[in-house]
């Protein structure tokens, strides 16, 4: 789920077996659903992002990525050499700054161009991804892990959690971590 504001919020839901995936929109008065073309998204869908309601970026299995442009959803990017990894977590600064994380350590960003892959510091499956600003990105990932780098170096930093982290939000002065078994983290930055 994610909004810029009370009158525009976007979340994608879970879908039954055989069914196309769907995203909802909250304009400040109802949800709507939109059922998305198989030709566009066939897979399950994992997380959304937007920048203002005609650029939205929604990411999922396979590597799935598809955008909305205010009028039409079309796919960015699905598995097509790009990553076939699943993606489960996607962050921008900007509509030329996006972010997308998942499965085997895929990193991918959004220049307002182009999609690329980038080397990331696990192996592992990386949750979720937040910044505090372009260059300024925070990863959690399985087994505890928490990355921070600007897209092209990263350090990774000791949580104390052993369960995999899932969620990851924070601003100015504090940075927050959610996972398994109840875990919550905070640091001060």
């Known amino acids: 789920m994610w909004g810029t504001s009370a009158t525009d919020i976007w979340a ?3 879908r039954p077996p055989g069914e196309a995936p769907d995203v909802v929109h909250w304009d400040g008065q109802a949800w709507t659903v939109t059922v998305l073309d198989t030709s566009v998204a066939n897979l399950d869908l994992y997380a959304v992002w937007s920048d203002t309601p005609d650029d939205v970026w929604v990411v999922g299995a396979g590597g799935t990525i598809v955008h ?26 900007g509509p030329s700054d996006v972010w997308a ?34 260059g300024s990105l925070w990863l959690v990932a399985d ?17 104390g959690a ?17 996972g398994g078994g109840g875990t919550a983290l905070h640091k001060k930055q």
Not at 72 to 93: E, K, P, Q, R, Y
Not at 162 to 178: E, Y
């Open 68 to 93: 909305f442009d205010g009028t039409t959803w079309s796919s960015a990017v699905a598995g097509n050499g790009l990553t076939g990894d699943s993606l489960f977590g996607i962050w921008g600064s």
């Open 143 to 159: 087994d505890g892990l928490i990355l921070h780098g600007d897209g092209n170096t990263w350090k990774a930093s000791v949580s």
């Open 12 to 14: 994608v839901t879970d």
């Open 101 to 134: 994380v998942g499965a085997q350590g895929a990193v991918v960003h959004w220049d307002g161009t182009t999609w690329t892959k980038l080397a990331s510091a696990s192996a592992g499956t990386i949750n979720a991804i937040w910044g505090q600003a372009a």
């Open 162 to 178: 052993a369960t995999d982290l899932t969620a990851v939000w924070g601003d100015a002065s504090d940075l927050w971590a959610v």
